[in-house]
């Protein structure tokens, strides 16, 4: 069971890096400057990827041992993360700069975009059949 959720992680790799690719695509287009950031694109998608990798291999790992708790994980360790988040992000919300409204809803916007790519691939788990 465990080597068919590498898939999944794979998956999400592959995720991660193409709404990398199309976030930096974004700022070039418009010509936005990162240099202002606390946190840059990079620095902030490494968060966030291995967060979501971490949380994805332990609902591999509990849906092995009991399917039924899955849920309750997932939620555990969604709060754990919105707490470090908000941790990082608070220095996001002490900042004043002009590109201040810019960092807050990029920092946003990264966040929800991960919680549903973990959401999603959640469900996945929990909708596949045993063998």
Request: hydrophobic share 55%; aromatic share 14%; glycine share 4%.
């Amino acid at each position: 069971m465990f080597k068919k959720g590498i898939k999944s992680i794979a998956i999400l790799i592959l995720i991660i890096g193409i709404i990398y690719f199309v976030h930096k695509t974004i700022f070039s287009i418009f010509k936005i400057n990162e240099n202002n950031f606390i946190y840059s694109l990079e620095q902030l998608y490494l968060f966030f990827g291995l967060f979501s990798i971490a949380i994805e291999l332990i609902l591999i790992r509990v849906k092995e041992k009991n399917i039924d708790i899955v849920g309750n994980v997932f939620l555990l360790l969604t709060l754990i993360k919105m707490m470090i988040c908000f941790v990082f992000g608070s220095s996001i919300l002490k900042q004043e700069t002009e590109n201040n409204s810019l960092q807050k809803w990029n920092f946003l916007i990264l966040f929800l975009v991960f919680l549903t790519i973990e959401t999603v691939l959640t469900i996945i788990i929990l909708n596949k059949k045993e063998e």
